[in-house]
């Protein structure tokens, strides 16, 4: 059986981030992908990054994947693409389907990235052709330049609903409605005022009742909630549309952490149920880093800087970092994602995290006991 440095289980953002870090450091590492393509998300996203220069301030998402990937290649790193990771076992042993053959790699460290899916809503008619994820709307477009539809209602106001609602129109939508059942809009709202200049009418308090259509959509219908998150009769709305996008959430892909036998934790601030860690991505099982979406959602700026503190963290453990240069190394990143969590869409993960922490000393302490 092979054996190596570290593996990592994901080319998005927070692994190829991972990756560049540690083989810094000299360690031998392998990127594993199921995707044909690496740079996770960050290839689908044409608009620019906002906040610091510091943290990729107007860059655009796939030229910063673009910069990753030949970062990586320059340290070093192998990057196998076509691979998907089947199992994770006592040992750090990763089970790889590459083709026709599966192989068994057994890691010093491993360092799970795999990111997050998209969160659905049932409602009648929600199984029509034509209801889609708003990240599957953007991979058509902004990847394969294939439109998703021509009339378009977003259902969800936050970041993921409002860029990618922009983006459509760009592409020739008509975006007929945005909706969203809580008062206010959760993008950020520089996304949002470019959609609302557009003259996209915005629908806060409303839900989607049901789509329509004879084997596809053809319309759909809304209504306001009251203050029980129920429809109040009366409300109802129509549009024509033959696209409904949902960008209702993402929830973290702990398949593989879980079968390791983290320690989880149920914390909705960051998605749901996550592998507790500690603020270097180490989980309960050593040996084990967890980094991005994984973890908890965040934006890509964190995923980024969480995945060199989970390099770093990899490569500390093994030795191949001075303890004074990594410890100053770590100090940065730590200032540096303080920094990018400072304003009020960090409160809600400064909170997850702290309870995060919590349920891990709670985990020492039994196993101590």
């Known amino acids: 059986m092979k054996r190596r440095d570290l593996i990592i289980i994901g080319a998005g953002p927070a692994g190829l981030s991972a990756a560049i870090e540690a083989a810094q450091y000299g360690l031998d590492v392998v990127v594993y992908d199921e995707n044909a393509l690496p740079g996770g998300q960050l290839f689908k996203q044409i608009h620019k990054f906002f906040g610091s220069k510091e943290h990729r301030a107007r860059e655009r998402g796939f030229r910063i994947g673009q910069q990753l990937l030949e970062e990586a290649g320059r340290a070093g790193v192998e990057v196998v693409l076509g691979a998907q990771v089947i199992g994770l076992y006592d040992g750090l ?69 409002v860029v990618v609602a922009y983006q459509m129109l760009q592409a020739g939508c008509r975006v007929q409605a945005m909706i969203d059942a809580s ?3 959760g993008g950020y709202g520089v996304h949002a005022a470019k ?41 109802e709305k129509t549009f024509a549309v033959d696209t409904i996008c949902l960008a209702v959430g993402l929830t973290p892909a702990t398949q593989l952490s879980r079968m390791a036998g983290c ?45 060199r503190l989970a390099g770093l963290a990899a490569a500390r453990r093994q030795g191949f970092a001075d303890s004074q240069a990594a410890e100053s190394r770590g100090q940065e990143l730590h200032e540096s994602l303080d920094r990018l969590r400072g304003g009020p869409f960090g409160e809600r993960i400064r909170a997850a995290e702290e309870l995060m922490h919590k349920a891990l000393e709670k985990e020492a302490a039994c196993q101590t006991a």
């Not at 003259?199 to 009251?226: M, N, Y």
């Not at 601030?269 to 507790?276: E, I, N, R, S």
């Not at 050593?286 to 965040?298: K, M, N, R, S, T």
Request: glycine share 16%; net charge negative; with cysteine.
């Open 93 to 161: 042993i990763v089970q790889v389907v590459r083709g026709d053959r599966i192989e068994r790699v057994r890691a010093n460290a491993v360092v799970i990235a795999t990111g997050a899916s998209e969160n659905m809503v049932p409602f009648p008619g929600w199984t029509l052709p034509g209801v889609i994820g708003a990240g599957a709307a953007q991979t058509m477009a902004n990847l394969h330049g294939v439109r998703p539809g021509n009339d378009l209602l977003m259902v969800g106001c936050g970041n993921v609903g």
């Open 195 to 235: 959609v609302a200049r557009t003259g996209v009418p915005f629908f806060l308090g409303h839900t989607i009742l049901q789509a329509e259509g004879d084997g596809k959509v053809e319309s759909a219908t809304i209504a306001q909630v009251d203050e029980r998150w129920q429809p109040v009769p009366g409300t």
């Open 183 to 185: 008062r206010a809009i």
């Open 263 to 307: 320690t989880m934790v149920n914390l909705p601030g960051l998605g749901g149920l996550v592998p507790a860690t500690a603020q270097n991505g180490a989980t309960s099982v050593p040996g084990l880093y967890v980094a991005g979406d994984a973890g908890g959602i965040e934006e890509a700026s964190s995923a980024m800087i969480r995945g």
